[in-house]
């Protein structure tokens, strides 16, 4: 067949479907499902006219006009899928706890955060003067006169309400998006990572070991209580999930270095979505908790609440696993892997 | 075969910037890859459309506070700094799942983000090269510490690595495995109509055509395709290393001109015959394309598809 005479006897057929694709990309739910079976007819007769282009040796814009209309064509066919809220609950209830107790990268960044932490706190402690080096005059200042008053006096109802909406929706802002940036800085061949953790630990460190040296101590030590646990583990949360991503690059485990990367990714996301959950919930005690004239024995309840919260998180829902996991993993033969996958998925009650 | 030079074109991997994607019905069609620098355009329509989305926010919400008389006031600037916290980081990866790999900018583009495999993105995907831009952002400059600090994201590092590999991947689509493409909107197509009297007698004469390789046939197409774009003087220059060959090769006179030849090998090729049988009137005039809507009862009538089809569909 001559190309001029394919062309004739085809151009109907795309016109059809560059129609039926212009009126699906404005609205997936604006053709009628024998107008959708019409389209996947239609897209897969192009297909056809694409892979016989060569035989009929159609002229190049042809072809590429034949590219562009697949490739459109096959992007409204198979479409994205979206979240589906019952499969993250249980990835963010079951699946993460289990693989959180045996990740190597979130103890060891627990452990040189909580390390460095109370090793400055130490330090700031028995040499104030360091503080001041390390931050500066007027830094220390500052962190001094927020301190200076007691929450005894800090409104009550409705102002302050709206006063913890504001404090809570700052600290949601700056202390996740910190988070976020540790995170993306652990990509780079964990490094990055490192660096927030070991930087957020020796300032916290040392200012928490300061404080406690000047008369602000009590309200300081008011002030930062019930927090501390989300806040704190959120933030070493993040530098892991980074890490995680970071030395993936360099511990490949036999695969290729960016196999080995999107897997990570895949297993990274969940860790820094529930520290973004630890960021909110510090966030919002941060801003009401703290800042009221609640007495310290309450806000310390509340920290010893959401530290048990994560203690029954980190180990009960991660032992609880525990069980399965254990069991040896050997090498599956491919009869055994041709056997399981041909045979139906057992049914669940 | 007597062209040495017209084999490279096609069978070699293709030097441009486009990638072959092989889709569920095993058929290859090809993808344009987004450059860097498209990608920047779509990056700060975005920007456009997110501090819009803040402007427009802050003009209703200062209006419904006005309107309530003080009593959403003690709200203070709660859900403004809430809105652009969630803009800045998940304004991306939500429309990216949500509008199967397009931002508004991007859709103004005509980009979007697919699988290296060529499929729709999923939404861990979607949000985690969007969290990690951040990454690709670096390093960042503070421009301006006061009142509020501005920093200015440089980009370098995610220029750096999408430069270094084929696909234009920055970082965050490494650890995804995902692309931005080019969706095209091509509309030119078919072949063009030679009416030129000179072209048409000087086919006449060629009989010779059938005989010339499927690349070499291309390799005119192509030329013919693109004659528009240059001057004569060009366009005997191009035309003539070919020519040059033909008319020694089948003998025609040497002062014939080498664009003009190429343009009759054209028309010989793909409209002669149907000239030929369209002027004498006889029973296969060119088809003209039959006219159909969509059918209601689902099915392509059967002269829209030719024999060899058949059974794809």
């Known amino acids: 067949m001559r190309a001029v005479e394919y062309l004739h006897r085809r151009q109907s057929t795309w016109a059809e479907l560059e129609s039926l694709c212009r009126r699906l990309q404005r609205s997936p739910r604006s053709l009628s499902p024998e107008e959708l079976v019409v389209f996947a007819k239609l897209y897969r007769a192009t297909c056809a006219d694409l892979a016989l282009a060569d035989a009929h040796q159609l002229p ?8 562009q209309l697949v490739a459109r064509a096959h992007n409204l066919l198979y479409r994205s899928r979206f979240f589906r809220l019952r499969e993250w609950l249980r990835e963010l209830l079951f699946r993460l706890p289990r693989r959180l107790f045996h990740d190597p990268y979130l103890r060891a960044a627990a452990f040189l955060f909580y390390g460095l932490f109370l090793f400055s706190f130490v330090v700031g402690w028995a040499r104030p003067g360091l503080a001041e080096a390390l931050l500066g005059r007027e830094e ?5 006169q927020m301190y200076e008053e007691g929450f005894e006096n800090s409104g009550s109802g409705r102002s302050l309400v709206g006063q913890g909406a504001t404090r809570a929706s700052l600290y949601i802002s700056h202390n996740t998006s910190i988070g976020f940036r540790c995170f993306a800085a652990g990509l780079l061949m964990g490094v990055g990572g490192l660096f927030a953790l070991t930087f957020n630990a020796v300032v916290l460190g040392i200012i928490f ?3 406690n040296t000047t008369p602000m101590a009590n309200n300081f030590n008011q002030f930062v209580t019930a927090h501390a646990p989300f806040e704190l583990t959120a933030i070493v949360l993040s530098a892991a999930a980074g890490m995680r991503l970071g030395f993936a690059l360099l511990v490949t485990r036999g695969k290729t270095r960016a196999a080995s990367l999107r897997e990570a990714g895949k297993e990274a996301l969940p860790v820094m979505m529930l520290a973004a959950l630890l960021f909110l919930g510090a966030a919002v005690i941060e801003g009401y908790v703290s800042p009221s004239p609640l007495p310290y024995a309450v806000k310390a309840l509340v920290a010893i609440g959401s530290a048990m919260l994560l203690a029954f998180y980190f180990v009960m829902l991660g032992m609880a696993g525990n069980a399965e996991r254990s069991e040896p993993e050997r090498e599956l033969s491919w009869q ?7 045979s139906p998925a057992p049914a669940t009650r | 075969m007597g062209f040495p030079f017209f084999r490279v074109t096609i069978e070699n991997m293709p030097l441009d910037t486009s990638i072959r994607v092989l889709t569920p019905e095993n058929i290859a069609f090809e993808y344009r890859l987004a450059g860097p620098f498209q990608r920047l355009g779509a990056y700060l329509l975005d920007l456009l459309v997110r501090g819009l989305v803040i402007f427009l926010f802050c003009c209703t919400y200062s209006l419904l506070v006005t309107a309530s008389r003080g009593g959403l006031q003690f709200l203070g600037i709660a859900p403004i700094t809430i809105l652009a916290f969630l803009l800045d980081w998940f304004y991306g990866g939500v429309f990216e799942t949500f509008w199967n790999g397009q931002t ?10 697919v699988t290296v495999e060529g499929q729709p993105i999923n939404g861990l995907q979607a949000v985690l090269r969007n969290l990690l831009r951040a990454a690709d952002a670096m390093p960042v400059a503070v421009a301006i510490t006061f009142p509020v600090s501005i920093s200015l994201p440089t980009f370098m590092l995610g220029l750096l690595v999408a430069s270094c590999n084929r696909r234009f991947q920055r970082l965050g689509d490494l650890a995804t495995g995902t692309m931005v493409i080019c969706e095209t909107r091509e509309t030119a197509q078919g072949t063009l109509r030679i009416e030129d009297p000179q072209v048409i007698q000087l086919a006449e004469n060629l009989m010779a055509v ?4 499927r690349s070499t046939i291309r390799a005119i197409a192509a030329y013919v395709q693109r004659r528009g774009f240059f001057g004569p003087g060009r366009c005997r220059e191009i035309a003539s290393p070919l020519a040059e060959v033909l008319i020694r090769r089948w003998e025609l006179p040497p002062e014939t001109d080498p664009d003009l030849l190429l343009l009759a090998v054209y028309y010989r090729h793909f409209w002669y015959e149907e000239a030929q049988s369209a002027g004498a009137g006889t029973e296969s005039p060119v088809p003209t394309p039959p006219q159909h809507a969509v059918p209601a009862h689902g099915r392509i009538p059967a002269e829209a598809v030719p024999p060899v089809l058949g059974k794809h569909l």
């Open chain 1, 60 to 67: 190049e814009p042809t072809v590429r006009y034949l590219h």
């Open chain 1, 140 to 144: 220390v200042d500052q962190l001094e």
């Open chain 1, 209 to 211: 070991g300061y404080m």
């Open chain 1, 336 to 342: 055994e892997i041709v056997q399981r996958e041909d």
């Open chain 2, 104 to 113: 508004p900018g991007k859709w103004a583009l005509g980009l979007r983000v």
């Open chain 2, 210 to 213: 059938a005989t010339l390789p």
